[in-house]
């Protein structure tokens, strides 16, 4: 079964950059797209097809992919970050289509 | 915009059924398929699966085939999720989706609905 790799956490100091990896297999023909929850809060889009934002994303927050890494990259983090990320890309191959990684909990010091 | 609201929590005992809902607002709601996802208590998401209102067709996760019944009644823009029997493990929030099917991503949430399973 197709799987994502995550690391289970990341910590930021205030004001610095995040980066969050995503790490998946075939990821060239794949769009990689990623959550954040917030505590006790419902999962949020925050970009979609590898790199786009939805409205309501701040610019500090942006994604990319290069080989079979996808990367969240927090800019300029603020204590609002605070949250788990994960990724998620669709995969033909499972019954379920809808892969999704096991979660990195971002912390700004 | 497609609004999703779910049910309320619920507190149930081992061994018991369940049917929880998750209601779209929107007119375009039967042409999108609807996701499922757990999340047990400290733990990430897990996407159970996923059902197409128009027709009920249903794929599971091979990790929930048989455990859970995703389903759906376009009439009134629902879909379902149901337990035959509950276990303590089923204890988690559970999250309804909608699929864009232009990206295959999750673009609305519904607010969860906490279950809640005692023995």
């Known amino acids: 079964s197709y799987v994502l790799t995550q690391p289970p956490s990341v910590s930021v100091a205030p004001g610095k950059t995040a980066i969050i990896t995503c790490g ?7 769009r990689v797209h990623w959550y954040q ?4 809060q419902a999962p949020v889009l925050v970009v979609y097809d590898d790199s786009d934002r ?20 927090v800019s300029r983090a603020e204590a ?3 949250a788990d990320y994960y990724c998620q890309v669709w995969d033909g191959g499972s019954n379920h289509h809808v892969i999704l990684g096991g979660g990195t909990k971002l912390t700004v010091l | 915009e497609e609004q999703l609201v779910q049910s309320g929590p619920e507190v149930k005992k081992v061994g018991e059924s369940l049917k929880i809902s998750c209601q779209g607002s929107a007119d375009t709601f039967t042409y999108y398929w609807i ?16 059902v197409y209102p128009g027709d009920s067709e249903a794929r599971y996760n091979p990790s929930f085939q048989g455990q859970v019944t995703m389903s759906a009644d376009e009439s009134t ?6 337990w035959s029997s509950l276990e303590a493990s ?12 232009y990206g295959y991503y999750f673009d609305f949430w519904g607010q969860g609905t906490l279950v809640t399973v005692s023995s």
């Open chain 1, 37 to 40: 929850q917030k505590p006790g």
């Open chain 2, 35 to 50: 996701g499922w996802v757990r999340q047990m208590p400290g733990k990430g998401l897990e996407l159970m699966g996923i």
């Open chain 1, 24 to 30: 998946g297999t075939n990821f060239g023909s794949k």
């Open chain 1, 54 to 73: 939805p409205s309501g994303t701040p610019e500090r927050i942006s994604g990319s992919k290069s080989g079979n890494t996808a990367t969240l990259t």
């Open chain 2, 90 to 101: 089923d204890t988690a929030i559970y999250y309804c989706a909608r699929l864009y099917d």
């Open chain 1, 80 to 82: 609002e970050d605070e």
């Open chain 2, 77 to 82: 823009r629902t879909s379902y999720l149901q």
